[in-house]
């Protein structure tokens, strides 16, 4: 499939360790967020998300931390396997017109070298 | 359960065409949301049905418009084709709706504009 995105930052890491993404939003009034994992030639898939009041959030190798001080998610995915290898979403929440709506980021891509 | 289906898979049109794009939600997800994937401006959101209705409305001009029916399937259509408009469309349900519960997606529909 096509790439997602031609000039996304890209984190390589080595199969085993573990891997943190990064994500700075930009709604200090954002109460949601999701992290999205996306293949080639896939959709975006849910990962795990994290509501604003809470500032941690664990799933199966997955740990998102929440700093609304300064407006910063992270993604950790422990023990990074081959299979992780994808662009990497994060998404917030923002209220417009009395509605919601996810505003997502460019991405990062994340590479998994054996 | 299912996810979320869209067709085509893959659409090539020529300028000044119209087109629509089908989606079928989760079963008993009411929320259906349409966003373009494009390598420059990234995943940007179109527009959130929930029972029929048009809900929230991203920045696009109106030859993008879209329609849900009573069985929560949702259509998209872009009249008078422009080759800016070639891009991946992607379709992403929910039960109650953005901002309650992390959006499911499809694999989307890779327009290309000739």
């Known amino acids: 499939g096509e790439s997602v995105g031609l000039h996304l930052p890209t984190l390589s890491v080595q199969e085993g360790d573990n891997s943190i993404i990064n994500c700075a939003y930009s709604n200090s009034a954002s109460d949601y967020f999701i992290w999205y994992k996306q293949e080639s030639g896939k959709g975006p898939q849910f990962i795990i998300d994290i509501r604003s009041n809470m500032d941690k959030r664990q799933g199966q190798r997955v740990t998102v931390l929440l700093n609304k001080t300064v407006k910063h998610l992270s993604l950790q995915i422990a023990a990074t396997q081959p299979g992780d290898s994808a662009v990497y979403f994060c998404?917030?929440?923002?209220?417009?017109?009395?509605?919601?709506?996810?505003?997502f980021g460019a991405g990062t891509r994340l590479a998994v070298h054996p | 359960k299912a996810g979320v289906t869209q067709t085509p898979r893959y659409l090539i049109k020529t300028r000044g065409q119209q087109v629509t794009l089908s989606c079928s939600p989760i079963s008993g997800h009411r929320s259906v949301s349409w966003y373009q994937q494009t390598p420059g401006q990234g995943l940007q959101f179109l527009f959130e049905y929930f029972s029929e209705t048009q809900r929230n409305k991203g920045n696009f001009p109106g030859r993008f418009s879209g329609r849900q029916f009573s069985n929560s399937r949702s259509e998209m259509n872009v009249s008078t084709l422009e080759l800016g408009d070639s891009a991946l469309y992607l379709c992403a349900s929910s039960l109650g709706g953005v901002g309650n519960q992390p959006q499911h997606f499809g694999d989307g529909t890779r327009l290309s504009i000739l």
């Open positions: 998404a917030e929440n923002i209220i417009t017109g009395g509605y919601n709506k996810l505003i």
